[in-house]
């Protein structure tokens, strides 16, 4: 019923209409129409038939269009009509297994799907005093974050990483081997080759068959790429909502920010830190806010971030770094070497792991992360010869156990993993670092490998 009494409240006459006076850019100047900003239009075209645009603002008495298509064919004095005030999308579970676009409309060329649900398409994100704390882990299928890096049902990480590190491979492989119940997975920005590449290498009829993919490419309009991540969240609120835990996976939260920026400054922003206006940053918490767990379900969402030159302190990254529970880093340097997944551990933290790993987790993953900065600090002589065995019990020890560190944290594609596994290798790990300070024998093993 409340659901019903917030819709009413947001209707308007649909029979406004107005005409386009001038176009700036992408964006068209419409006389006499009184709509609000997010409402759904419908313009006119000389050629080429109708397309829709979203009210992004005012210019005096003035309303601004951003049409959802190319503006080729408008006109002077072309008609706007309103069609819609506050938006809705058809959601249901006849979604699963389906790629959808912005609109979620099927564009995977079967038959469209029958759905008899409908949500906001922009919601309000749970009360802060509602959310349930979070206290139960989730698999994610990579070991280095699971072991390294636990995340709990309804936590918010990013991956921040350049161009080229694996990114995607990384998200197919959670998309496969996550213990959630459903995957929603949003595609914003991406290049049109790459997507057909993710679907078939990456996630697989194994990982597509419990998903739901929503794409909109980096040369659709950029109302398309901001609604992408929108209908993304709001398909995994329709599941949350019906008691399911949902992994939601958006590539990439970068994109997403810079296509809100495009439409800022049509709308006639101030440009800040950058280029970026101020909606821009005032956008960002309120979509990653609507994840997470409620008394019904969880929403633990994966954002990706860009890091423009490989620096994580750039604008939209140290943003984002401030609104998740976490971040991990995904170091160019080891996907050089061929590590993969790149998690660069030592960059890397999940905020929660302290409340949802025992004990001993926690002691071995800090055993861990001691013995990887310890090698990290002292690679340069090592690598040298210049380190003399001895000098640095834990240097030793880092150098003697290396292999195996690595072998934890690289994973094969096709490697299924979980939280218990990782955790299981990370005690045995433990029993062998305690063989060796037991017979002192780290030094002499690392000079042995040194020769």
């Known amino acids: 019923m409340q659901d019903i ?16 006076v001038r176009t700036i850019g992408m964006t068209a100047a419409v006389a006499g129409l009184p709509a609000p900003v997010g409402a759904l239009v419908e313009i006119e075209r000389q050629s080429g038939g109708a397309i829709l645009g979203e009210v992004i603002g005012f210019d005096k008495s003035l309303t601004l269009v951003y049409p959802f298509g190319e503006v080729a064919g408008l006109r002077h004095g072309s008609r706007v009509r309103l069609k819609k005030t506050t938006r809705f999308l058809s959601v249901g579970e006849q979604l699963l297994g389906r790629i959808v676009d912005a609109h979620g409309r099927a564009i995977d060329g079967h038959l469209p799907p029958v759905l008899r649900e409908r949500t906001r398409l922009e919601r309000k994100p749970p009360s802060a005093v509602e959310r349930p704390r979070i206290d139960t882990p989730l698999s994610t299928g990579v070991r280095a974050i699971d072991g390294l890096l636990t995340c709990g049902r309804g936590q918010r990480m990013g991956i921040f990483a350049g161009s080229g590190v694996g990114k995607s491979v990384t998200l197919g492989m959670m998309a496969k081997y996550t213990s959630a119940d459903v995957n929603v997975i949003g595609l914003v920005g991406e290049r049109g080759r790459e997507v057909n590449e993710f679907l078939e290498r990456d996630l697989g009829p194994e ?245």
Not at 5 to 20: D, F, H, I, K, Y
Not at 431 to 449: D, E, F, R
């Open 5 to 20: 009494l917030e819709q009413l409240e947001t209707l308007l006459p649909t029979a406004l209409s107005g005409r386009v």
């Open 207 to 451: 990982g597509l068959s419990r998903s739901v993919v929503v794409v909109a490419t980096s040369d659709e309009p950029a109302l398309l790429r901001v609604q992408a991540a929108l209908t993304a969240t709001a398909i995994a609120e329709h599941f949350r909502d019906r008691g399911l835990d949902v992994l939601l996976m958006m590539d990439s939260l970068t994109r997403f920010a810079m296509a809100q920026r495009e439409i800022g400054l049509a709308a006639g922003e101030p440009p800040t830190t950058r280029g970026y206006p101020p909606s821009v940053f005032a956008m960002l918490p309120r979509l990653v806010e609507r994840a997470g767990r409620t008394a019904t379900g969880s929403i633990t969402a994966f954002y990706t971030v860009l890091v423009e030159g490989d620096d994580t302190n750039e604008p939209v990254s140290d943003t984002v770094r401030g609104l998740l529970d976490g971040h991990t880093i995904l170091s160019r340097r080891l996907a050089g070497r061929g590590h993969y997944p790149a998690v660069e551990v030592l960059e890397s933290i999940s905020r929660l792991m302290n409340d949802i790993a025992s004990q001993e987790h926690r002691a071995a993953a800090q055993v861990v992360r001691e013995l990887l900065s310890a090698y990290h600090d002292h690679e340069d002589l090592i690598s040298i010869g210049a380190y003399r065995a001895g000098a640095n019990p834990t240097v030793d020890i880092a150098i003697a156990m290396l292999p195996e560190l690595q072998r934890f944290l690289r994973q094969n594609i096709d490697e299924q993993s979980s939280v218990n596994q990782a955790r299981e290798e990370l005690l045995k790990l433990m029993q062998k670092i305690a063989l060796i300070k037991q017979n002192g024998s780290a030094a002499a093993l690392a000079a042995q490998q040194a020769r």
